[in-house]
Antibody, heavy 120, light 108 residues
């Protein structure tokens, strides 16, 4: 129901844009999120966007460098990542909010993830 | 930032046994906004419990959550073979929405 794409190997300081295609639910009824995980390590919330894009929240570690957006007509979520650093290396998951119509910040559906590696 | 500390780090149990996992927060979690997730190798996390004690859709009754304030517990009443995995707690009462470091439940 959630399929991420766009990951890959990128040099420090460069940019990358991740996408997530949603299906099987009414996309514009739910807030959406990005969560990342360094392979073999724990989970870190990255950012969130409300159903109508009116509210966007970011972790301090990415604020000012990452931008979350969505296209409700296409059922897609995006993450524009600029000024990438080595510590941004992780598996990036797209996740659906469990709460209908609001930013609940807990996640009931996850994609399989897309791996971002930042290295020279 | 609320820091979540999970214990134990690893729990070695046999199928059929009871598992008790703990999540302690560095400060009180607003309105018991605490969730539990299960993650198996090579898979995305799966929501088990939200609101500290409400099972997510399709989650078996052997999974239960309890607690409030700073102390929360996930209990698996009788372990099934498919329950051996890593479990994470997450608080969503205030930004940043932090996760614990995980508890691995392994077969003894």
């Amino acid at each position: 129901q959630l399929v991420e794409s766009g990951g890959g190997l990128v040099q420090p300081g460069r940019s990358l844009r991740l996408s997530c295609a949603a299906s099987g639910f009414t996309f514009d009824d739910y807030a959406m999120h990005w969560v990342r995980q360094v392979p073999g390590k724990g989970l870190e919330w990255v950012c969130s966007i409300s159903w109508n894009s009116g509210n966007r929240h970011y972790a301090d570690s990415v604020r000012g460098r990452f931008t979350i957006s969505r296209d409700n007509a296409k059922g897609s979520l995006h993450l524009q990542m600029d000024s990438l650093r080595a510590d941004d290396t992780a598996l990036y998951y797209c996740a659906k909010d469990n709460d209908w119509g609001s930013l609940g910040y807990h996640f009931d559906c996850w994609g399989h993830g897309t791996l971002v590696t930042v290295s020279s | 930032e609320i820091v979540l500390t999970q214990s134990p780090g690893t729990l070695s149990l046999s199928p059929g046994e009871r598992a008790t996992l703990t999540c302690r927060a560095s400060q009180s979690v607003t309105s018991s906004f605490l969730a539990w997730y299960q993650q198996k190798p090579g898979q995305a996390p799966r929501l088990l419990i939200f609101g500290a004690s409400t099972r997510a859709t399709g989650i078996p009754a052997r999974f239960s959550g309890s607690g409030s304030g700073t102390d929360f517990t996930l209990t698996i009443s009788r372990l099934e073979p498919e329950d051996f995995a890593v479990y994470y707690c997450q608080q969503y009462g205030g930004s940043p929405y932090t996760f614990g470091q995980g508890t691995k439940v392994e077969i003894k």
